[in-house]
């Protein structure tokens, strides 16, 4: 067995079968041996998980907006991976648009992995972009290291990443089953959405706005392409429960489709969003209390892969707090620090284990992007990431802890369990209680 040079150990480690004490050995940034708890005396740092405290992977959060360059003034590498190192994160994938370049483009990727090489405080990874006519650019930057492909079926907000009809992924959807790549889709369709130049303060209305159907159509015509071309599919930020039973016939007959949802589509409803509360807007937007259960039962009969942040940010203003017009703000809530606690809290009150919780932050996530020998387990081979938290201690959201660039947030004021303590990436404290230790480490994941 190879000496270690760091031991991190605990009487509740999550282990890929089971939660069980024991030793995790560290060596040059690599879990080298899983040991006993109190096996053997090594003459190395040893970093004790105390009490109820519990040992988990670095969490994995393949959905995440950086927004840099071209419009770090929303969001940059360094604030938000501050924020994924103080919420437990270890990994990130960035997300190809809001950013200028979008990724979209082989020189779009490079000038994006120079913006963020050594600016990372995590390790982080990228999504390509497929838009109308950049089918000759997949190969290129999936051979520079992209880990798939995202697409709009409805505008996508920004201009310069145009959203794509059934006629555009017809052209590119062999190319990407070709290459093997995996497609990840915005799922609402322009028909069943309200368009209104019509200013609204009242969460219905916007609610009404966007309707399941948009989703539910868009998921319906993603199954057939899907089947048709052979490509693999993922559904992100899925808010609709409506498509839960389409999505499960759909993976039962051997169509490779997936999905994820979000923290803010399991913890919000939307009977409670107040009067002119922007900060809750988001496109699916969060539906009512019925859905979200509907949403933890796709979850946990597996239809429902696991649960990333979406997280989206922008600056304040164009949250529109003031007229509170939820037709005009800018949709997208920023949660990348919150989701370890948010999705506890709630999977928790409905009897889902460690086990579950590991599987939907850490493991699944890590797998839809093919870095599970490295990531999101604690295994022997594997990155030696963690997080430490403490499951029972309860705190309240101040929005001013959260360290990504814009603080607005609809989770300010919650009462959540679960804090984290401190955070390893391959083998470095990066995080401990609220202070950070040196340089931005986080590699480039391409
Ligand atoms: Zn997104």
Redesign the pocket.
């Known amino acids: 067995m190879p000496v270690p040079d760091l031991i991190i150990r605990g009487r509740k480690v999550v282990l890929p079968d089971g939660v069980a004490a024991c030793s995790v050995h560290v060596r040059d940034g690599k879990i080298v041996a899983l040991d006993d708890y109190d096996h053997g005396a090594f003459d190395c740092e040893i970093v004790e998980a105390r009490g109820e405290s519990i040992v988990m992977p670095g969490l994995v959060d393949t959905?995440v907006?950086i927004n840099s360059p071209g419009r770090t003034e929303w969001e940059g590498f360094q604030s938000a991976t501050l924020a994924a190192a103080a919420g437990g994160v270890t990994t990130l994938i960035d997300?190809p648009l809001n950013s200028i370049p979008p990724t979209t483009t082989l020189s779009g990727l490079k000038t994006k992995v120079e913006t963020a090489t050594n600016n990372c405080f995590v390790d982080v990874g990228f999504w390509g972009g497929v838009v109308p006519g950049n089918t000759s650019e997949l190969a290129n930057m999936l051979d520079t290291g992209v880990v798939g492909f995202k697409c709009f079926l409805v505008p996508s907000g920004v201009d310069e990443f145009p959203h794509v009809t059934e006629a555009d992924l017809r052209e590119a959807m062999p190319v990407l089953t070709e290459l093997d790549a995996l497609l990840i889709v915005?799922a609402e369709l322009p028909g069943p959405i309200k368009e209104t130049s019509n200013s609204s303060d009242d969460y219905q209305t916007f609610l009404a706005s966007r309707p399941c159907a948009a989703e539910n159509e868009a998921i319906e015509l993603m199954i057939r392409l899907s089947r048709e071309f052979g490509t693999r599919v993922h559904i992100?930020?899925l808010s609709s429960a409506e498509a839960v039973p389409m999505l499960r016939a759909a993976q039962s007959a051997g169509v490779q489709i997936t999905a994820e949802t979000c923290p803010h589509y399991l913890h919000f409803a939307a009977e409670k969003i107040p009067e002119g509360a922007t900060e809750f807007k988001c496109c699916p937007p969060i539906r009512e209390n019925e859905n979200r259960e509907a949403l933890w039962q796709g979850l946990a009969s597996g239809v429902i892969d696991f649960i990333v942040s979406?997280h989206?940010p922008c600056p304040g203003e164009m949250k529109l707090r003031e007229s509170g017009d939820f037709m005009k703000a800018w949709g997208?809530i920023a949660s990348l620090q919150l989701r370890l606690p948010v999705v506890w809290t709630e999977a928790r009150r409905r009897g889902h284990s460690l086990l579950d919780v590991t599987k939907w932050l850490c493991a699944n996530p890590s797998k839809q992007v093919a870095l599970q020998s490295r990531k999101g387990a604690i295994a022997v081979g594997g990155d030696a990431d963690f997080v430490i938290w403490n499951p029972d201690e309860e705190f309240t959201v101040d929005a001013s802890t959260l360290l990504h660039r814009h603080k607005i947030t609809p989770y300010a004021g919650e009462t959540l369990q679960g804090v984290v303590e401190k955070t390893f990436l391959r083998g470095r404290k990066i995080y401990d209680r609220g202070q950070f230790s040196g340089n931005p480490l986080g590699q480039m994941l391409i």
């Open positions: 959905h907006h997300m915005h992100v930020h979406d989206s997208g």
